[in-house]
């Protein structure tokens, strides 16, 4: 079953005042020079807190570990807005009509970090590994039939099913990678090589890992036989800060090269006015979600859920928070998954229509409690303000913390533990609309929270995974919106601070790749 990351920000964040994000004077107005020594200084907010093992990474931080370490056969374009296929370790590919039998040709002269030659064999080994593993990212490989080998650069993959997912789920960022056959087997131990690559690899990436040192930090090394363009930067450093203030410290007194996400509100507003440094709005597919809870309190009828989401202000809400970094969404799918004309959410702003209701409810059902992820200082901030919404309209709000852990037990549960109104921030494994309203509105979703769902969803989504219809998954929306449990209310750029001379951002950023960026692309200038 896929699952989708919440977007994790520092745990504690306090409000920063200007001279804290801005460093020093010199800082501000004269930037250190580009370095000569073609070393990259990157860091991470949080440790990554998995293993850098394609087969079991499913985090949010870390993306640039493994999408720079490893590759899959196909790979979604950088620098574009809207998801692009394109070829990677194959150069070829076809998809018969019922989307079952998928053919590829793949690349020559690529080699393993190992030294391995990458053949069809490693493909079979690679989706073996994966399903042995049998981690999060299993579900992209655990409906393959078969996978038969033409040569040393042909193979047919062959599925149970039709699924018009698949392609997606090879190109993106949790998909399945391709390892070396010989080094699994070498280091294969008593557990498919997990413990050997918490902190190696086996993979064809323009890096290769030299350090894992969780909690402290993280290294990664050009690797001289790589296939593609040969990287600028010869060395990665990214250290593990955990204290946001200190991180931008490092970063405004140079010490950092950028900082590629997880800035809270204030910071962003600060770095906006400092003319000292590069930012970067880049499109993502992440998006704020409202999840509103029905089987609790006025919230059991879609009629009071529905109202509750016209009182809230969503063009308020999008404006204080997400000001320089994001819009208010009008489709409930994420950002940039399906066409504009589709899948639209028409929610008037209209708390009236709440204050009607609450007016006849009964005292006891006059009180709902917003919930957000603690993790996320943003979400706090977007559920202060849906706070004072819903007092204008009469109810009486209460805004409550919880940690991620705890929003995981939800699922599958019975709703009462969990707060009326949830804010969280997320966004999906691949582009493909099934895979998003699969896993967030069908009844045995991973990332439905809340428990909410209806049979029109589920029958459109199936139609759609079979066939690709976006008319099919845009019906799935409207059935989703129907049942007024769940409202997109931004969609979310990623952010990124950096040194004037660090070219190759916009090109390194990939918009299903959140939080990180292909470093091969990057250098000075």
């Known amino acids: 079953m896929t699952r989708f990351r919440l977007l994790a920000a520092v745990g504690a964040v306090a409000a920063l005042t200007l001279s804290a994000c801005s460093g020093s004077d010199s800082a501000t107005t004269t930037p250190n020079a580009a370095p000569t020594d073609k070393v990259l200084h990157l860091s991470f907010l949080q440790d990554p807190g998995q293993p850098p093992d394609p087969d079991i990474f499913y985090a949010g931080q870390g993306l640039l570990l493994t999408t720079n370490i ?35 040709t793949l690349r020559e002269g690529v080699t393993f970090h190992d030294g391995t030659p990458f053949t069809s064999a490693a493909v079979k080994a690679s989706f073996d590994r994966r399903l042995a593993v049998n981690q999060g990212p299993a579900y992209m490989v655990s409906d393959v039939e078969s996978v ?59 890096y290769t890992l030299t350090a894992a040192e969780v909690g402290s930090k993280y ?15 010869e060395k990665v450093e990214i250290p593990v800060i955990t204290d946001v203030s200190a991180q931008q410290l490092q970063f405004n007194n140079g010490q950092l090269a950028a900082i590629l996400h997880d800035l809270p509100s204030s910071a962003v507003q600060s770095y906006l006015d400092n003319d000292a440094f590069a930012k970067y709005s880049l499109p993502t597919m992440m998006s704020n979600y409202l999840y509103l809870n029905p089987h609790k309190g006025m919230l059991t009828d879609a009629t009071n859920r529905k109202a509750v989401l016209q009182a809230i202000n969503v063009d308020e809400l999008v404006k204080q928070t997400y000001f320089g ?43 709902v409690t917003v919930g957000y992820d603690s993790s996320n200082p943003d979400n706090q901030l977007v559920s202060n303000l849906i706070q004072t919404q819903l007092a204008a309209a ?40 099934y895979t998003w309203g699969h896993i967030s509105w069908d009844p045995d979703g991973g990332l439905n929270y809340l428990g ?31 049942t007024g449990c769940w409202l997109n209310v931004a969609n979310v750029d990623d ?13 390194g950023h990939v918009v299903t790749n959140p939080n990180s960026l292909r470093l091969a692309g990057l250098s000075v200038g």
């Open 495 to 507: 952010f990124v601070v950096a040194q004037p001379w660090l070219k190759g951002v916009e090109e």
């Open 148 to 206: 038969t080998t033409q040569g040393d650069y042909g193979v047919t993959i062959t599925l149970k099913a039709p699924n018009s997912a698949f392609l997606d789920y090879l190109a993106c960022p949790y998909g399945p990678r391709m390892l070396s056959p010989e080094g699994l087997a070498k280091n294969a131990g008593t557990d498919n090589a997990q413990t050997y690559l918490t902190n190696h690899d086996l993979g064809t990436g323009p």
């Open 394 to 433: 009469g109810l009486t709000a209460t805004v409550q913390s919880y940690p991620t852990s705890q929003i995981y037990e939800w699922i599958g549960g019975d709703g009462m533990d969990a707060p009326d109104v949830l804010t969280l921030l997320a966004w999906p494994d691949a582009p493909s609309p």
């Open 70 to 104: 490893y590759e899959g056969l196909l790979q979604y374009k950088a620098g574009t807005e809207k998801p692009e296929l394109e070829p990677l370790l194959a150069t070829e590919w076809t998809a018969s009509p019922d989307n079952r039998v998928f053919t590829f």
């Open 325 to 367: 970094r994001g819009e208010v969404a009008d489709q409930l799918y994420p950002a940039n998954m399906i066409a504009s004309d589709l899948a639209v959410q028409n929610v008037t702003h209209d708390p009236s229509v709440l204050s009607g209701i609450v007016g006849g409810l009964p005292a006891d059902q006059k009180a």
């Open 219 to 233: 290294s990664l090394q050009a690797y001289p036989g790589y296939w593609g363009d040969k990287p600028y930067f």
């Open 452 to 482: 909410c769902s209806a049979p029109p969803i589920t029958a459109a989504l199936a139609r759609g995974l079979e066939t690709g219809d976006a008319q099919a998954f845009s019906e799935a929306a409207a059935a989703a919106a129907d």
